[in-house]
């Protein structure tokens, strides 16, 4: 075949194809940058886990590591401040307003900006909580650059950009994606999907602070008052050392009540998989997954969970998943440390009679060490 009717090359698709050099307004935004959230004096755990994960991204590429502290003047706000240092960062950019007392968007939608586009950093981590989630998206619309949402890794590709790793396709699969063109690069990072990094007494440290651009007669919303979320007494599944879970090899729901007696017996909470909120089983604050909670217990027990690619990306992060399943070829045995193939329903009851005679009420925490 001649050259003439040869078929031209088809052009690059998909990230090959795009353009990786970055605008010349963009070249100079170094750093990785994690918000800090606090909110009533509190700082929220995801804050320091992004750090640790902030803090490997930053070494990839050679640059500091910043928090961003937003509060009202005042103790907890500088306590803030020295805990993102012990937590590992190398500086901290700090706006204290009186406007910054209570989470509204527009005030810390506006502080974040002004911030970035003061100082220019190349990545900006927040937590998936109700309060990072809303700043995050207003944050990137207003700047007009990316943002990845609920990420389970985080990663620097070999020509610097970041990449974010998130379930797709309602979780049956993973993908990564890249902010080519833009800056910052933004990502949400749900808690406990990252593990702790371990605190450090460390000096406070570089400090550098900012004015807050706003004034009260700017911000349409008003703080009237404050009512505790009537949810803050259910479970904590996401920072529980030891978790038992049921899923659909159960069978019924009353055999959920095998599930709860032996995490009574262990010291545990318990939840569930999907399907069983859906059916109506647990509630919604008990379910474990990609579209419930993320957990990093330091024992997990799963009875008759098949461990989709849902449920997985929400348990991998425990230290020892032990899985029960009378099916060999369930997923879950592909990631688990311990599977035994057996019927949940009767293994249960032994195994939580074996845990009650063993196990004195005062020694139940040993588990969790």
Request: with cysteine; glycine share 10%.
């Amino acid at each position: 075949m001649s050259s003439a009717n040869r078929e031209a090359p088809r052009p690059a698709s998909g990230r090959a194809g795009t353009k990786k050099e970055l605008p010349d307004h963009f070249k100079d935004y170094r750093h990785v940058w994690v918000f800090i959230e606090l909110e009533r004096g509190q700082v929220h755990p995801v804050s320091f886990e992004l750090l640790g994960e902030g803090r490997k991204l930053a070494d990839k590429l050679g640059v500091e590591l910043a928090g961003i502290v937003l509060g009202p003047p005042g103790e907890t706000t500088q306590s803030a401040v020295a805990e993102a240092f012990a937590y590992g960062a190398d500086l901290v950019y700090n706006v204290e307003a009186p406007l910054l007392a209570d989470y509204r968007n527009e005030p810390f939608t506006k502080a974040m900006t002004d911030l970035v586009d003061a100082h220019k950093p190349e990545i900006l981590l927040l937590g998936a909580t109700t309060l990072g989630r809303d700043l995050a998206g207003s944050v990137a619309t207003t700047l007009k650059t990316g943002l990845t949402a609920d990420c389970t890794e985080l990663d620097v590709d070999t020509d610097g950009s970041l990449a974010a790793t998130r379930p797709t396709f309602g979780g049956s699969l993973l993908c990564t994606i890249y902010t080519l063109n833009y800056r910052p690069q933004m990502a949400t990072v749900r808690p406990r999907v990252m593990p702790m990094p371990r605190r450090m007494d460390k000096p406070v440290g570089r400090v550098i602070r900012q004015k807050l651009s706003v004034a009260e007669d700017d911000i349409v919303t008003k703080i009237l008052g404050f009512l505790p979320d009537s949810q803050s007494g259910k479970a904590n599944l996401a920072y529980a050392d030891v978790v038992v879970a049921g899923g659909l090899g159960l069978g019924a729901a009353e055999n959920l009540q095998l599930v709860k007696d032996l995490a009574r017996a262990i010291g545990a909470e318990h939840g569930c998989s999907r399907p069983l909120v859906q059916k109506g089983w647990l509630s919604a604050d008990r379910q474990i997954g990609q579209t419930g909670k993320t957990i990093r217990p330091k024992l997990y027990i799963a009875a008759g969970i098949s461990g989709a690619i849902q449920h997985r990306v929400g348990v991998e992060g425990a230290d020892l998943i032990v899985a029960i399943n009378t099916d060999p070829n369930a997923p879950i045995f592909d990631f688990a440390h311990l599977g035994i193939i057996t019927d949940a329903i009767r293994f249960l009851p032994a195994l939580t009679e074996a845990f009650t005679r063993r196990l004195s009420p005062h020694s139940r925490d040993k588990l969790a060490n």
